[in-house]
C-alpha cells in the first residue's frame, strides 16, 4: 500500500512539474515585446522595427542547441520566402552574453547562410521576452506594434512556422 501512494505522489509531482513547464513559455497576448539592443554584427537595432511588417517571427535560440543550428538553413529560406509578403523573421542569440559566445553565433549564423538580423540579449530583451522562454528553439509572433499573437512554437518545426504565419496573414 505505501508503494502505491509513493507511486501516486511521485506521479502527480511529475505531473505538476510537466503542466508547469509547459505553462510558462510566452504565450500570446499578455504583452508587448520592446527592446533596445545590438544585432550580432554590432548594428544598433530596437523594437521599432516591428512596425516595418504586418508580422514579425522571433526565433530565439541559443548556441548550444543542435536543432537551434540545424533549422538555420530552413529558417533562411522562410525569411525568402516571407519577407515580400510583409512577414520579417529575427533571430535571438539567448546565451550570446560575451564575445565569445557572440563570435560564435557569428560563425553558426555565417556557415548556415543566415541574412537576417540576429539580436544579442539586452536588459530590455530579458524583461520583454527571455525571462519567458525556457526552451530552445521558441518561436513567437508579434504584429507591427510588437503585441504577441498567435501560438509560440516550442521546438523546431518549419511546417509549425508556415502554418502559423499562413494563419495569422489571413
Known amino acids: 500500500m505505501k508503494k502505491k501512494i509513493v507511486l501516486l505522489a511521485v506521479l502527480l509531482v511529475c505531473l505538476f512539474s510537466v503542466t508547469k513547464y509547459q505553462a510558462e513559455p510566452v504565450t500570446s497576448g499578455l504583452h508587448t515585446i520592446q527592446f533596445d539592443s545590438k544585432t550580432t554584427n554590432g548594428e544598433k537595432i530596437d523594437s ?13 535560440w541559443a548556441t548550444y542547441c543542435s536543432a537551434c543550428i540545424k533549422e538555420m538553413p530552413d529558417l533562411q529560406a522562410l525569411y525568402e520566402e516571407y519577407k515580400d509578403k510583409d512577414v520579417n523573421i ?31 540579449p539586452s536588459d530590455t530583451l530579458r524583461d520583454s521576452l527571455l525571462n519567458d522562454v525556457n526552451t530552445y528553439p521558441t518561436t513567437i509572433f508579434v504584429d507591427s506594434n510588437g503585441n504577441v499573437v498567435g501560438q509560440p512554437i516550442l521546438g523546431a518545426s518549419t511546417a509549425a512556422y508556415e502554418r502559423e504565419i499562413n494563419k495569422l496573414l489571413r
Open 48 to 60: 521599432s522595427i516591428f512596425k516595418d511588417n504586418k508580422l514579425t517571427m522571433i526565433n530565439v
Open 90 to 120: 529575427i533571430g535571438v542569440v539567448a546565451d550570446a552574453n560575451n564575445a565569445d559566445k557572440v563570435q560564435l553565433a557569428q560563425k553558426i549564423l555565417k556557415g548556415s547562410g543566415v541574412t537576417f538580423d540576429n539580436i544579442l
